[in-house]
């Protein structure tokens, strides 16, 4: 970590103002767009549908019909065509027999009843057709002969002239009776034409036997006069009904004359309730007919497979556009709400990758952070261990190193004192015992510092310690130590510790050393060693009533660099004290001191108990 | 008994010379060689028969060889292994006391500076371990 002080700054970033009010701006829009967003495009579609559906409703409305019509009106055209000139071919065939019988004279009636018999079964909608000329024929026997039956009908013809002879019949068309009403309408029909000199097709008339019947007369000339005329009855309905009875199945089909209805073929429409047959529905055309005559032909489309009206095209295509419509604004509806989510969630789904990723950076950052701190920790108590172990070191050494000569001092000192007493006066003997002292004590001095120095350094090694026999050891070897001078002494019960055993024997060694040292002007000295009961520790302590000391020095007594620089009042402990802290405090406990100058002092050191 | 000898392995000095001045002021007899580090210390052990070394004063600090090696290769010696050692140091330290004990010394003398005593205690364990005790020349039974 080049900056480490900078990591801090950057691990706030999560909180930061404008990381927070990102994803705020993220939320807000999800609901808006939720809000907003979806409703044009799904009114825009029902309105698209639903303009859709009126054109196809209007198209549905609109084509069909006019496409009917045209199929309509083709259709009666054709059967217009096809009645006019088929009926009109029968009507001129009438002229093509009456020519027969005016351009060849020879006036056969055999000849031309054969003739007009051919003629006959090829116009099947002419049931009779009869010549009655004014004058008189070459065959002479037929002039004045009575009508046959068969021509009753014509029975009472123009002057009476009419001949059997000159009529021919279509097979299967017999009598058909005619009441006398109807004979003189048709007399008077054929009188008329004569009259007039022009073709007639005349009726329609109804023959008592129940035929309806058409009546044509064509006037014969002879040489621009008047010469009788040609008969024929005209059935049109049934040739009609063979010509266009296959042709158009789907329509109510009608043939008028005039007001009267000469044909009719198919179902009639119903006429829906209230509602009036449509006009447009139905076409009329003229059958124009030589003669002058002129029928309508009526073409209506039969509602046979037509939809009911109540559920017709128009309506239909509008209730399902209509429905269409909606479920396709619903549709889009949908998709836009869908779409719109999907972007939401896909701009949420970066911003989390993101935060993710920021936490992550994050968590990296701190975890680096963490682990550079561990490493400075590690590498500041490495270096610092490295310190105390070189000051230790450093201890060590300069009081081992400056022992040696300083020991030489004091041996050579000696020496002097020794073998060469006797040469020197007495001022010389002085100061050699003086330079012998200060030797001494600096070599006293050092063998302190360095125990201390030692103790640091040395590692524990804890064990079970009974106290009271070590102190009484202990004592002992301090007494001898001092020239067996022994102040009155006495041990409590002590306790069993857990300690490292050395080093208490040190401990004890100091302060008892201690103690003996500082009773020695006193008159009854007393050293007494005891504890006191304590719940997480045991407490001892060494009394003496030896010369004390004042309580502002207690703390000084211990710290071993305060015994560098001795003061009257510490004068002469060395570093005893500083190591018993030392070592006390390695176990884990205290050390402290009661004193009062001249009234003794009592030391105090305590040892954590193990838990069992 | 002129023969009998202490090896003195010390590097300094003014050790040295109270040390001599010492032997030479109480009138000892033996004979007393001495050398400054402990690979002379055991050459000096290898060259001679073992049983002309009767005592070898051991220092601890010292160059090459320091005084707890000899001590290990001494005490690994057949032949040198009954030679009573007395370490003299200037350590009062229990720890350096307890491996010389260890190792096989048999005594542990701290050297002492004082003013009246200058190299007493080297008379001292000169009469014990040259007048009062008795080492045998070798572990194994005879």
């Not at chain 1, 701006?25 to 979806?38: E, H, I, P, Q, Y």
């Not at chain 1, 190193?401 to 010389?428: C, H, M, W």
């Amino acid at each position: 970590m080049t900056d480490p002080d900078r990591a801090p700054e950057e691990l706030r970033e999560p909180d930061h103002p404008s990381f927070r009010s990102r994803g705020a701006a993220v939320r807000d829009m999800m609901g808006l767009t939720r809000g907003l967003v979806s409703a044009w495009p799904t009114l825009l579609t029902f309105f698209a549908g639903l303009l859709a559906t009126l054109g196809v409703w209007m198209l549905a409305e609109t084509y069909p019909r006019s496409e009917r019509n045209r199929t309509q009106l083709a259709t009666a055209n054709g059967m217009r065509q096809v009645l006019e000139v088929r009926l009109n071919d029968h009507l001129r065939g009438l002229e093509l027999i009456r020519d027969l019988w005016t351009r060849f004279p020879s006036h056969e009636p055999a000849e031309w009843k054969a003739r007009a018999q051919v003629f006959l079964q090829q116009h099947p909608a002419l049931a009779m057709v009869a010549m009655v000329p004014d004058a008189p024929t070459s065959l002479g026997a037929t002039a004045g002969a009575s009508p046959s039956a068969d021509l009753a009908l014509f029975d009472d013809g123009p002057a009476g002239r009419e001949s059997t002879e000159l009529v021919a019949r279509a097979p299967g068309v017999s009598e058909w009776k005619v009441g006398r009403e109807l004979s003189e309408r048709l007399r008077e029909a054929r009188r008329r034409a004569v009259d007039d000199q022009r073709a007639s097709l005349d009726g329609p008339y109804l023959a008592e036997s129940g035929q309806g019947f058409y009546q044509v007369v064509v006037p014969l000339q002879d040489q621009d006069r008047p010469a009788g005329m040609l008969c024929a009855l005209l059935q049109p309905a049934p040739l009609m009904a063979t010509l266009i009875r296959e042709a158009a199945p789907d329509y109510f089909l009608t043939v008028h004359d005039g007001a009267t209805q000469v044909y009719a073929q198919g179902v009639p429409p119903r006429a829906a309730d209230g509602e009036p047959q449509d006009p447009n529905e139905r076409i009329e055309l003229p059958i124009r007919l030589l003669m002058g005559s002129t029928w309508t032909l009526g073409l209506v489309r039969s509602d046979l497979f037509d939809m009911p009206s109540s559920l017709s095209l128009g309506k239909l295509v509008l209730a399902i556009g209509l429905v269409f419509s909606v479920l396709l604004a619903g549709v889009v509806h949908l998709g836009q709400v869908a779409r719109v989510r999907a972007r939401a969630l896909a701009i949420a789904n970066r911003e989390l990758r993101s935060q993710i990723v920021s936490t992550a950076v994050a968590e990296g950052r701190v975890r680096r952070v963490n682990e550079s701190l561990e490493a400075r920790v590690a590498e500041r108590t490495r270096a610092l261990d490295e310190v105390v172990n070189e000051l230790e070191t450093f201890n060590y050494s300069v009081s081992h190193d400056l022992r040696s000569p300083i020991g030489a001092i004091v041996n050579f000192t000696s020496i002097l004192t020794e073998d060469y007493k006797d040469k020197l006066d007495a001022q010389g003997v002085d100061i050699l015992r003086r330079v012998a002292g200060c030797a001494q004590n600096a070599v006293t001095m050092m063998d302190g510092l360095l125990t201390f120095s030692h103790i640091g350094q040395q590692s524990l090694t804890p064990g079970p310690v009974e106290m009271r026999p070590l102190v009484e050891s202990v004592y002992a070897e301090v007494a001898l130590a001092h020239d067996g001078r022994a102040p009155a002494f006495s041990v409590g019960a002590l306790p069993t510790v857990t300690a490292d055993a050395t080093m208490m024997r040190t401990v004890w060694t100091n302060l008892l050393s201690n103690a003996v040292k500082f009773t020695a002007s006193s008159p009854e000295a007393a050293i007494e060693v005891g504890s006191q009961p304590a719940p997480e520790e045991d407490v001892f302590f060494v009394r003496d009533n030896g010369v004390g000391f004042e309580m502002k020095h207690a703390t000084r007594l211990f710290n071993v660099f305060e015994q560098l620089h001795p003061t009257p009042q510490s004068k002469g402990r060395g570093v005893g004290l500083a190591i018993v802290s030392r070592i006390v405090r390695r176990h884990g406990g205290r050390v402290w001191a009661q004193a009062a100058p001249g009234k003794g002092a009592t030391f105090y050191f305590s040892i954590p108990k193990v838990a069992a | 008994m002129s023969t009998t000898e202490i090896l003195m392995v010390e590097d300094n000095e003014d050790d040295i010379a109270v040390a001599l001045w010492a032997l030479r002021k109480h009138n000892l007899q033996h004979r007393v060689e001495i050398v400054r580090d402990g690979q002379q210390a055991l050459d000096e052990m290898q060259a001679r028969h073992a049983g002309d070394t009767k005592l070898i004063l051991l220092d601890l600090k010292m160059p090459r060889v320091d005084g707890r090696e000899v001590l290990r290769r001494l005490r690994a010696d057949e032949r040198t292994r009954t030679v009573p050692v007395v370490v003299v140091s200037s350590s009062n330290q229990a720890d350096d006391i307890a491996e010389c004990y260890r190792l096989g010394a048999n005594s542990y003398v701290c050297k002492r500076y004082s003013a009246a005593r200058a190299g007493e205690y080297l008379i001292d364990v000169v009469h014990y371990w040259l007048s009062l005790n008795r080492i045998p020349e070798s572990t194994e039974p005879a």
